[in-house]
Nanobody
Framework: QVQLVESGGGLVQAGGSLSLSCVAS????????MGWYRQAPGKQRELVAN???????NYADAVKGRCTISRDTAKPTVTLQMNNLKPEDTAVYYC???????????WGQGTQVTVSS
């Protein structure tokens, strides 16, 4: 099993910044992709950004140019730096890790991000 613990959510004004971090523990040796998803009230969960072991990152169009994802494979930890936040970024943000060998997803419990206008 893999456990994911998120931190860094909170309340911020529009135009502000937040950094979300997620630490994985347990059987992490086949984790080859980590990332962040978000779910706003009444909407489906959607990808924000993810990053593979080699360092290649993928971003949703809505956050390109405003977010940077990074990963420390030794720990392993994934961090999402979000800048120029907008009210539409308000959502619960979930950390995701993928075991490529088992083709299995793991999820954190979520952290609330609220952007006020």
């Amino acid at each position: 099993q893999v456990q994911l613990v998120e931190s860094g959510g909170g309340l911020v004004q529009a135009g502000g910044s937040l950094s979300l971090s997620c630490v994985a523990s347990g059987r992490t040796f086949n984790i080859n992709r980590m990332g962040w998803y978000r779910q706003a009230p009444g909407k489906q969960r959607e990808l924000v950004a993810n990053i593979v072991s080699g360092g290649l990152a993928n971003y949703a169009d809505a956050v390109k140019g405003r977010c940077t994802i990074s990963r420390d494979t030794a720990k392993p930890t994934v961090t999402l730096q979000m800048n120029n936040l907008k009210p539409e970024d308000t959502a619960v943000y979930y950390c995701n890790a993928v075991n490529g060998f088992l083709n299995r997803d793991y999820w954190g419990q979520g952290t609330q991000v609220t952007v006020s206008s």
